[in-house]
């Protein structure tokens, strides 16, 4: 059992597989509200719904989690690498205590959704979580990322700080 049991919906399917079946669902809704209202209209919509529902998931889940903000973040870092990993390719940069740099070099998410011509939904599904699981611990946790491979970069770039115990 995962802390990331609710959002992955079916144990089962593998978060890629989850996310082609979020997108076969988005990808119409989103065309026919830019056919409708405008692209810049559409989109800012659906952005915001999104990352509404984004941060109020991982904010539940961190808060199904028990142990200080830390060991929330661990929780669900540790079980999103779980989910991911087979999609993505990561060098590790530097990992101790105070930091943890790393680099995805191949992100299976980010063919995916420049095939379907729609990477900033693909932003907004996948690389908009780590910004939610740090934001759900406070600011015990806090992580940038300078570029992705979804919005063209070579790499993903992952920087997460931590506060000092």
């Not at 940069?93 to 992100?107: A, S, Y």
Request: include cysteine; charged fraction near 30%.
């Amino acid at each position: 059992m995962s802390v990331l049991d609710d959002y992955m919906v079916d144990p089962r399917l593998s978060l890629l597989e989850k996310t082609r079946i979020q997108a076969q669902v988005l990808v119409p809704v989103l065309r026919a509200l830019r056919s409708e209202l405008g692209r810049e209209r559409a989109d800012a919509i659906v952005k915001q719904a999104l990352r509404d529902w984004s941060k109020q998931l991982f904010a539940a889940v961190g808060d199904s989690v028990d142990g200080g903000p830390r060991r929330k973040w661990a929780a669900m870092h540790s079980a999103m690498a779980e989910i991911t990993e087979q999609a993505v390719t990561v060098e590790m940069r530097r990992q101790d205590k105070e930091v943890l740099e790393f680099d995805v070099t191949h992100c299976r998410f980010a063919e995916f959704f420049r095939a379907l011509g729609e990477p900033e939904l693909g932003a907004l599904l996948i690389c908009a979580t780590d910004f939610d699981i740090a934001a759900a611990v406070g600011g015990e946790v806090s992580f940038t990322r300078d570029q992705t491979i979804m919005q063209g970069a070579s790499s993903c770039t992952f920087r997460y700080k931590f506060a000092p115990r």
